[in-house]
């Protein structure tokens, strides 16, 4: 590895350069003072102007946000709730699969493919089929078809991360409680769900993110009297770049990587918490085999 | 122990079945009021198994289990009067020492001053007042450790399940845990099911030991009983250093049967089951062994070599090869000994009612 250092260090390079590229001239151009729409390509000068533009009434795009928070806040509700109890019911189940008949066996293994399926199957066919089943229904287009499809989508994310963690929890935990006089629903509220818990808050952040970004699904379910805001971006940019899309855009680049931070910040500490303890451990026993 | 005595819990025929594999298969047992019950034996014995039937984690194929007189062989774990002290101690992570204390208490409902008292009884109890506030994260093994058993004690059950508590511990904590652990069931009086897979803490710690193999019980007797009156070849050879010596039976008479150990004559008791021209191994603990330069005036006897001798200070461990092949192991005082030489002839001689006659059941066999 060493011996092609430099090599490496170019390809390193060459990647960073070709991913974040795009999004450093969108930053960039945010800053722009040229107010072209198609032909702003050419840095003038500093301004804050774009900015100041959000949160113009003529731009618009207070409404959208405001829907697309409160679609995002009500399916990652939603979905924490169904991700949640459905990776407690899958791990946590009363009979050992081994027990279980076979087709029993197999249905549960295949229930556990299937439910995170919604993440592989491409957007266009999901929003497809929610378009075609919500017309079935005769559901009004809006709010509503808008937060179950995003709870479609929302879902896996937090089956997933609940899932990882609840499998690499002790179910001795679980057992212990039980032994102490827990019913098994203090169970879930005293011990499962507490210790699940920072797994279903990283699993709603991704859903989170998920929602608010979503374009494909929410355009085949969106009603007349509903706009959210990546369809809203979709609607200014028809026609050119409009510069305050791109302080739009840098904005919610600044918000995304502000939660990655804190989020990476908070294990960092949490890790560097639990090497502490270890090497306490270490001592201790060094110090009883001192004495020995 | 008093001849009166109660049956606190009883299993009878009990069995369990994974998928094909049989974990315990047959077991019945009465379990005293006060008494420490070790279930001892290797790993994979079904030991573990027996005891999170008791403790309600696991439900029996067959059989029944009653505690005071009451089945509860359905009853679900969290209505049993029965807590169990987990192996790897699983203390909630996400309480302190305190909490994980209360936990069962506040299950109950009980109010909050009781818990509190009872909850600093156990900490005083288990030497850890001052650390409520700390998370089980910051504890030592040890430490840990006793939370765990404080966790069950403070519910003041009828019967504490212990799944090899120690261990996890280093030997000179579990010197001192099996001590205090001792203390503290004489002391609280509540009846103790024991599992460890350690002969000398069964031993040391043990009213009456459960030696299991293959999910059935080889031996259910006093450590003393076990020690001295092994009933078959596995329960002699697990617990302590033991020679196991082939012999045949040559004649029974009343009480007491003639064996031929190497072209030497030895008596023996116990000869009820034996019939004559039989193959059995007589079981003879390293420490009953005498070694002699001279012939010695006693019934029991062989003569052999001196193959091996090591001097340890307090006693000598020697081997003798005697003329079939067989070595016998011999562990003496070395208190007023000749040095022996290698290579000569020694007479090793035990009294007789310390050889054990038992059949071949070990490995293999």
Known sequence: MKKNAPWANVYMAVILLLLYLPILVVVLFSFNSNPGRTANFQFEGFSLQWYQDLFNPITGYGAPLRSSLIIALWSVLLSAVLGTLGAIGLVRRPVRKSLMGRGAAALMTMGEQVSVLPIMIPEIILGIALLALFTLLGLPFGMVTLVLSHVVFCVPYIYITVKGRLASLDPGLEEAARDLGATPLKVLTTITLPLAMPAVISGCLLAFAMSMDDFVISFFVNGPHSNTLPLKIYSSVKVGVPPHVNALCTVMLAAVFLVVGFSQLYQANAARRHRAHEKRDERERKAVEGRA | ?365
């Open chain 2, 1 to 365: 122990m008093p001849e009166e005595r109660t049956v606190l819990l009883s299993l009878k025929g009990l069995r369990k079945t994974f998928d094909t594999q049989e974990a315990v298969s047959g077991i019945d047992l009465d379990v005293y009021a006060g008494e420490f019950l070790t279930l001892l034996g290797p790993s994979g014995c079904g030991k573990t198994t027996t005891l999170r039937i008791i403790a309600g984690l696991e439900m029996p194929t067959a059989g029944t289990v009653h505690l005071d007189g009451q089945d509860i062989t359905h009853l679900a774990p969290e209505r049993r009067q029965v807590n169990t002290v987990f192996q790897n101690y699983a203390l909630f992570p996400h309480m302190n020492v305190y909490k994980n204390i209360a936990y069962g208490l506040t299950m109950r409902g009980a109010p909050k001053a009781e818990i509190q008292e009872k909850v600093e009884v156990m900490l005083d109890l288990v030497q850890l007042t001052g650390y409520e506030k700390r998370m089980p994260s910051q504890l030592s093994g040890g430490q840990r450790q006793r939370v765990a058993i404080a966790r069950s004690l403070v519910l003041s059950p009828k019967l504490l399940l212990l799944d090899e508590p120690l261990g996890a511990l280093d030997l000179q904590l579990r010197r001192n845990m099996q001590q205090e652990l001792k203390r503290m069931q004489q002391r609280l009086g509540i009846t103790f099911i024991y599992i460890t897979h350690d002969q000398e803490e069964a031993l040391t710690m043990s009213d009456r030991i459960a030696l299991m193999r293959e999910g059935r019980f080889v031996q259910l007797d006093t450590p003393k009983g076990l020690y001295e009156q092994p009933q078959t070849a596995f329960a002699a050879s697990f617990i302590g250093a033991t020679n196991l010596i082939t012999a045949t039976a040559q004649a029974v008479k009343d009480d007491e049967v003639l064996l031929d150990i190497a072209g030497f004559d030895v008596p023996c008791f116990d000869s009820d089951w034996i019939t004559p021209g039989e193959t059995l191994l007589l079981s003879l603990r390293a420490e009953r062994l005498h070694l002699s330069c001279e012939p010695v005036n006693t019934a029991c006897w062989v003569r052999g070599d001196l193959v091996e001798s090591h001097y340890a200070g307090g006693e000598r461990s020697s081997t003798i090869r005697v003329p079939d092949g067989q070595l016998l192991r011999a562990r003496a005082t070395t208190e007023g000994e000749r040095e022996p030489t290698l290579g000569s002839a020694v007479y090793c001689w035990w009294n007789k009612d310390v050889g054990v006659l038992v059949r071949d059941d070990r490995e293999g066999a």
